[in-house]
């Protein structure tokens, strides 16, 4: 039996597909699809290939990986649309981050469904936006009309520009991380939208339910909780003390997407503390996730559950 070759699998995949003209992951390994490379993504940055490795690999793979990445230079594929191709080490403490061709643009501005978005790139693991999360950022904008926002875990504010993009009324984004926030504050500028139907609260949410209550009722709340921050989160510990508070920040016929990241917690999980926590709210549907995240097992990917107030 022929060994399957990890790399010329890869390379393949790249070079048979549309280069998009937004921001969009065009190999996910992580997914378990792929033998071989489940530790590694690729990114389309509009010009920048981001290659990012979540382990360690054997060096002569890694020599491999290089060369079929420059050789896409002259792709049909790529050919003059490659501005740098960069190779992210996420498994090291600091994510190094490799150029392995032409000159990296630390700070690009990107675009996602007509929205621009501020990247920072070799600061730290992620880069400011979570690519998987693209429909439920759709999903945030078509339901935003009129509406009240209040956006948990906010980091750069993604769902927030969408809700504005969609008309809403206000939006309310919470993190503890100020420089995240500040981001988002440059995000929403990037798409001239009025600040003064925006806040940012750079605060622990634990701490900060009366600042979150002051400027609600709320008619769509988005929780989007990292799986364990330090000191701070603990996802099966702690995304109940969020849930038994929504009753008391919902307008009736309000609408909750809870977002659950790990691969080790089910959408099960979400539903039943839920149903335990804030039984008026009803389990509508899990929005698909997009299909570049095509995963070996649904439940081990992003689950974005709808929940109705009734």
């Known amino acids: 039996m022929t060994a399957i070759n990890p ?5 393949n995949h790249l070079q048979t597909q549309a ?53 896409l230079v002259e792709t049909k594929a790529f050919n003059g649309k490659l501005s740098a191709i960069l190779l992210q080490h996420r498994y090291l403490p600091d ?12 700070m690009p501005i990107v675009e996602e469904n007509g929205l621009k978005y501020g990247l920072k790139l070799g600061v730290k693991q992620n880069m400011g936006l979570f690519l998987d ?17 209040l956006n948990l875990f906010s980091y750069t504010c993604g769902f927030s520009v969408a809700a504005i993009a969609g008309g809403a009324a206000h939006v309310v ?3 503890m991380a100020k420089a995240a926030l500040k981001q988002g504050r440059v995000n929403h500028q990037l798409n001239e939208h009025d600040l003064s139907k925006v806040s940012f609260l750079g605060h622990d949410l634990f701490k900060s339910w009366g600042k979150v209550r002051k400027y609600g009722p709320y008619d769509l709340i988005v929780i989007d909780p990292p799986s364990f921050q330090k000191g701070s989160f603990a996802l099966t510990k702690d995304y109940q003390r969020i849930l038994r508070k929504l009753p008391e920040l919902l307008t009736p016929n309000a609408q909750v997407l809870a977002c659950v990241n790990s691969p080790d917690v089910s959408s099960q999980f979400l ?18 996730n997009p299909p570049e995240f095509k995963d070996i097992d649904e439940q081990s990917s992003l689950k974005c559950l709808r929940f109705k107030a009734s």
Not at 30 to 52: A, H, K, M, N, P
Not at 139 to 148: D, E, I, L
């Open 7 to 11: 790399v010329s699998t890869l390379l």
């Open 19 to 71: 280069v998009p003209n937004e921001l969009r992951r065009l190999f996910h390994g992580r997914g378990r699809c792929y033998e071989g490379l489940e530790q590694i993504t690729v990114d389309w940055l509009q010009g920048q290939l981001l290659v990012s490795l979540f382990k360690e690999h054997d060096v002569d793979l890694i020599a491999s990986l290089k060369l079929a990445l420059l050789s």
């Open 95 to 106: 994510s190094d981050l490799e150029v392995l061709y032409g000159e990296l643009t630390a």
């Open 133 to 149: 999360m693209r429909l439920g950022r759709e999903f945030v904008k078509a339901q935003s009309a009129g509406a009240r926002v």
């Open 173 to 175: 984004n919470l993190d």
């Open 271 to 288: 539903i039943d503390e839920m149903t335990r926590e804030a039984p008026t709210l009803t389990f509508v549907e899990r929005l698909q």
